[in-house]
């Protein structure tokens, strides 16, 4: 991948957001829950006509991969938030090839800044490389082990794949299920820092790259059919746009 090339990511913050939970009273959390996933399902139905996806880090905190959009898409997926939020909302978009260094630019934007979006243009070409991880044989694994216990070890998959991709600056998320997303740095060979990823020998990989997230997760959900069907056995297949 051509090093000019770089992943845009967007923080989304909701300012005040503790406080205003507290006002709630202690009888709350289902009224935050439910907040918060209408928030999201708005955020995400908003951002996926544009092509961006939403990884909701903290609920408070989102973080909008938008490579290709542009700063009105960016206001509209803004305003989709702030008409449902009860509290002020903020966005900072910014480049990198790493996408953890686009996600700690945009943070230090809203931290030293007072603009309601804030938007960086590339220098290079923007892209997504997005990898689609999945666990083998979690069926069986869950009928054996119950849900609890398979979501316990899904868990702890995650947090050691999101220690080695904070150290090569990638981004993670839970998908649910047994899936993980990872947002990849567009230095180097995809399929060389997916491998890393792969810290378990029963781990697969589809890998999408595209102009935008949402493009390069369908790429990565198609090279994922294709390895569980084994029409491209893997552990690894990427699929370019």
Same mark, same amino acid.
């Given at each position: 991948?051509? #090093?000019? @090339? =770089?992943? &845009?990511?967007?923080?989304?913050?909701?300012?005040?957001? $503790?406080?205003?939970? /507290? +006002?709630?009273?202690?009888?709350?959390?289902?009224?935050?829950?439910?907040?918060?996933?209408?928030?999201?399902?708005?955020?995400?139905?908003?951002?996926?006509?544009?092509?961006?996806?939403?990884?909701?880090?903290?609920?408070?905190?989102?973080?909008?991969?938008?490579?290709?959009?542009?700063?009105?898409?960016?206001?509209?997926?803004?305003?989709?938030?702030?008409?449902?939020?009860?509290?002020?909302?903020?966005?900072?978009?910014?480049?990198?090839?790493?996408?953890?260094?686009?996600?700690?630019? #945009?943070? @230090? =934007?809203? &931290?030293?800044?007072?603009?309601?979006?804030?938007?960086? $243009?590339?220098?290079? /070409? +923007?892209?997504?490389?997005?990898?689609?991880?999945?666990?083998?044989?979690?069926?069986?694994?869950?009928?054996?082990?119950?849900?609890?216990?398979?979501?316990?070890?899904?868990?702890?998959?995650?947090?050691?794949?999101?220690?080695?991709?904070?150290?090569?600056?990638?981004?993670?998320?839970?998908?649910?299920?047994?899936?993980?997303?990872?947002?990849?740095?567009?230095?180097?060979?995809?399929?060389?820092?997916?491998?890393?990823?792969?810290?378990?020998?029963?781990?697969?990989?589809?890998?999408?790259?595209?102009?935008?997230? &949402?493009?390069?997760?369908?790429?990565?959900?198609?090279?994922?059919?294709?390895?569980?069907?084994?029409?491209?056995?893997?552990?690894?297949?990427?699929?370019?746009?």
């Amino acid at each position: 991948m051509d #090093a000019k @090339k =770089a992943v &845009r990511v967007a923080v989304v913050e909701q300012v005040g957001y $503790r406080e205003w939970t /507290e +006002e709630l009273g202690s009888d709350r959390e289902w009224i935050i829950q439910t907040l918060q996933s209408d928030i999201y399902a708005a955020a995400q139905k908003e951002a996926a006509g544009y092509g961006g996806f939403v990884l909701p880090i903290r609920y408070d905190i989102m973080l909008l991969i938008s490579s290709n959009m542009g700063v009105q898409e960016h206001a509209r997926v803004l305003d989709a938030i702030a008409g449902l939020s009860r509290v002020k909302v903020r966005m900072a978009s910014y480049c990198g090839v790493k996408p953890l260094d686009a996600v700690e630019r #945009a943070w @230090k =934007a809203l &931290r030293s800044r007072e603009e309601r979006l804030i938007y960086e $243009r590339c220098e290079g /070409e +923007e892209y997504t490389a997005i990898a689609h991880i999945d666990l083998n044989n979690v069926t069986a694994i869950t009928r054996a082990e119950g849900p609890v216990r398979t979501y316990y070890e899904v868990m702890d998959l995650m947090a050691k794949i999101s220690k080695v991709a904070e150290e090569i600056g990638a981004i993670t998320q839970y998908l649910g299920g047994d899936n993980i997303l990872a947002v990849l740095p567009l230095n180097g060979s995809v399929e060389e820092t997916v491998d890393m990823l792969l810290v378990r020998n029963d781990l697969k990989a589809g890998i999408g790259i595209a102009p935008t997230a &949402r493009a390069g997760l369908a790429l990565a959900a198609e090279a994922l059919h294709e390895i569980r069907s084994k029409i491209n056995p893997g552990p690894l297949v990427v699929k370019a746009q």
